[in-house]
Structure formats: structure tokens, C-alpha cells
Nanobody, 124 residues
Framework: QLQLVESGGDLVQPGGSLRLSCVASGFTFSAWTIGWFRQAPGKEREGVSCIGRAGDIRKYSDSAKGRFTISRDNAENTAYLQMNNLKPEDTAIYHC?????????????????WGQGTQVTVSS
């Protein structure tokens, strides 16, 4: 059964850090680009970061650059999103998804098989 399961979300103070995980099953993980997306209440889903099949291509949104790092471990079928210096505006549900397109094109419309998401709340 094809599945992407996110975890690692939590309540954290501004300036804090979190590492999100996306565990894949039911498909050949290394053959797919993986992306992280987020959706805050009342807002559209936005792309955060995506990583190519071998981890050699990594893209970030402007809001994520310099603070977030995407990585993957194909042997463990897992992708990660390390988030540092978190801000209240990072509060959202974070989802991972897969795409058969190159990580050069990380538009959400290219992605599918969305996970259920993990809640990140940044608040003092």
C-alpha cells in the first residue's frame, strides 16, 4: 500500500527548531522527487522545499531559504525537513508528497500521494 507518513510536528517557541520526517512505503522511494508543503488556516497550500531522487537537487521557497534544510535517506525510505529559527508565520500543517518530475520543478500540481500532515505551531 502506497503511503507517506509525516511526523515530528510540535509546539515550539519562536527561534526554536524541529525536524520533520516523511516515511514512505509501498513504492520505490529512490525513484521519486519528494516535496514538503504547508498549509495554514485560511491560506492556500504552499511549497516549502523539494529534493531530487539522489538528493543532488534541492529547492527552497524564499521563506525557507537559510532556515530549513531538506534531506533524504533512500536506504531508510525517509525524507527530512530540518527547520531552524522558526517563526510564528511558519505555523501550519506540513505535508510531504511525491513527484515523478525533476526537483527543478516543485510546483504542488506536480505532486501527489499526499501524507496526512503534521502540525507545526510556533508560539510563545
Amino acid at each position: 500500500q502506497l503511503q507517506l507518513v509525516e511526523s515530528g510536528g510540535d509546539l515550539v517557541q519562536p527561534g526554536g527548531s524541529l525536524r520533520l520526517s516523511c516515511v514512505a512505503s509501498g513504492f520505490t522511494f529512490s525513484a521519486w522527487t519528494i516535496g514538503w508543503f504547508r498549509q495554514a488556516p485560511g491560506k492556500e497550500r504552499e511549497g516549502v522545499s523539494c529534493i531530487g531522487r539522489a538528493g543532488d537537487i534541492r529547492k527552497y521557497s524564499d521563506s525557507a531559504k537559510g532556515r530549513f534544510t531538506i534531506s533524504r535517506d533512500n536506504a531508510e525510505n525517509t525524507a527530512y525537513l530540518q527547520m531552524n529559527n522558526l517563526k510564528p508565520e511558519d505555523t501550519a500543517i506540513y505535508h510531504c508528497a511525491r513527484s515523478y518530475y525533476s526537483a527543478d520543478d516543485c510546483r504542488p500540481s506536480n505532486f501527489g500521494s499526499w501524507g496526512q500532515g503534521t502540525q507545526v505551531t510556533v508560539s510563545s
